[in-house]
């Protein structure tokens, strides 16, 4: 029961959390400069090209009235807690409302769009990630300090020192003939080729696959390390305290002692990132989504921040501060799958 008392009230105050962090955001968003409606000022400046033609008056200026009829246009003539309901329950979390860069679409069109592309990153590199370095982490922990452990231990804090920046840059240049004399073997930039449609099904699975492989090994190259790492530490952790020697002493086998024991709590911090799951694949990498050109939610994300895209900005927003409030419920779930034990008071 104090289990069930706990999911609930953690399930209740996602409400207020996710009010208070749209709320400060929106307050954000609407005094940074170069909104709106002050990019539809400069517009109007340059097509009355100094001759005086917006006001009648002196070239390049504009009138109260025509600043006040902008404001009016882009909803920013009423109260800022008006606006700020109008968006949460009118316009569905702003995603009812046109895009500012876009007008014929709303933010939740863009976002539909955008959102497959994403998931397949973020689900690709999130199991990649888990498969290989949690087995990794748990053979450096057995092996500790030998020679396979300092190898890997180099080539992974190797891989984590590079920036992602740098390493897809390396790769392109290695990879898709950018340079000449190096291999040409993968697609330069994209989700998938333009004769995806014409493909078979196995066609269009490799051609996603190759288009792929170079941004989702930068995609998880950095978490390689902290996660291995994290996996190895905890695991020499839980092989140092006294309950797997009273295992041992009571005539129980190493393998039992570590498989059946250290492991499962060695795996509770490792619980700790699985709830980051759901925004992590949500909303992807800019960086990389910039390096190799790819349509996805994190280079939609910094193209509503450049072009002050407040709705679409606002709506990834939403969707990400929902997904990581109740990925933190998520990771108390896991701690309970893997050791039921664990508690929560009132």
Not at 286 to 301: A, C, K, N
């Amino acid at each position: 029961m104090d289990r069930l008392t706990y999911f609930i009230r953690r399930l209740l105050l996602v409400i207020p959390t996710f009010i208070g962090i749209t709320l400060v955001c929106y307050g954000l968003v609407q005094v940074v400069p170069g909104g709106p409606v002050e990019q539809a000022i400069m517009q109007m400046k340059g097509m009355g090209g100094g001759e005086g033609k917006l006001t009648g008056g002196a070239s390049g200026t504009i009138s109260t009235e025509q600043r006040k009829a902008l404001e009016k246009h882009f909803g920013f003539d009423k109260p800022f807690l008006t606006r700020y309901w109008k968006w949460l329950a009118h316009d569905r979390l702003g995603m009812r409302q046109d895009s500012f860069k876009y007008p014929n679409k709303t933010a939740w069109q863009l976002i539909r769009e955008r959102f497959p592309v994403s998931l397949i990153f973020g689900l690709t590199g999130i199991v990649l990630s888990y498969l290989i370095c949690i087995p990794l982490g748990i053979t450096k922990a057995l092996r500790n300090g030998g020679k396979f452990d300092m190898a890997s231990s180099v080539v992974i804090l190797t891989g984590y020192a590079i920036p992602a920046l740098a390493l897809g840059m390396v790769l392109k240049m290695l990879f898709c003939g950018t340079v000449d004399s190096l291999w040409d073997v993968l697609p330069l930039s994209g989700f998938h080729s333009e004769n995806y449609a014409t493909l078979s099904a196995w066609g269009q699975m490799g051609d996603i696959a190759s288009h792929m492989a170079l941004p989702v090994l930068c995609y998880v190259i950095g978490d390689f390390a902290v996660l291995t790492l994290l996996m190895k530490n905890s695991l020499l952790e839980q092989i140092g305290k006294d309950y797997l020697r009273t295992v041992l002493a009571k005539g129980g086998s190493a393998r039992r002692a570590i498989w059946g024991h250290a492991l499962r709590n060695a795996l509770i911090p490792i619980a700790t990132g699985i709830g980051g799951i759901l925004s992590v694949m949500f909303a992807g990498s800019v960086i990389i989504e910039q390096i190799f050109e790819i349509p996805g939610m994190g280079r939609l994300s910094l193209e509503a921040i450049v072009g002050r895209d407040y709705p679409v900005f606002m709506g990834i927003l939403a969707l990400t501060s929902i997904l990581g409030l109740l990925g933190n419920l998520i990771s108390d779930f896991c701690y309970i799958l893997i050791d039921p034990r664990i508690n929560f008071h009132k």
